[in-house]
């Protein structure tokens, strides 16, 4: 008879699928998506697919009982990459790139081996979105006599 709604989320208080703007029956879930209010984001969910939704829903509440811990049930960590492609002149080396791009979390160059004197491009790999903001502060200005062309 629920209905999963931020819209229309109150504490203590469930939603009822059945005065929400998509019709649908007893047994099927619903999720209102919160961009297209007359979309039902589990309108095509299987009975398969409902129960490996709730085993996962016991196995967490399981976790959490024993351990009260979130970071048992959530997913760890992710290591975020942030990148620059900058196209590449003759004269530029990998060394030149590092010494400019010195002071802005650097993470990693990936430069290309040359193939018949070009070089094309390379990827600047960044720790941080503010590392890679002032990187790109960069575009335009010379690496030697080739200038920089950053693209996000």
């Not at 229309?8 to 059945?18: E, M, R, S, T």
């Not at 575009?139 to 996000?152: F, I, P």
Request: glycine residues 10%.
């Amino acid at each position: 008879q629920h209905a999963v709604c931020i819209r229309l989320n109150q504490p203590g208080v469930a939603c009822d699928k059945f005065s929400l703007a998509t019709s649908t029956s007893s047994d099927q879930w619903y999720v209102e998506d919160p961009f297209d209010l007359k979309h039902n984001l589990a309108g095509r969910c299987s009975p398969g697919g409902k129960e490996r939704i709730l085993a996962e829903m016991r196995q967490a509440l399981s976790a959490l009982q024993s351990s009260g811990s979130l970071s048992e049930v959530s997913a760890p960590a992710r290591h975020e990459s942030y990148f620059l492609r900058c196209r590449l002149g003759q004269g530029v080396t990998a060394e030149a790139l590092l010494r400019e791009f010195e002071g802005c979390d650097l993470a990693r160059l990936h430069f290309p081996q040359s193939v018949g004197g070009r070089h094309g491009q390379a990827f600047l790999e960044f720790r941080s979105s503010a590392g890679r903001r002032r990187g790109h502060a960069k575009n335009e200005s010379y690496v030697g006599d080739c200038q920089l062309s950053l693209m996000v």
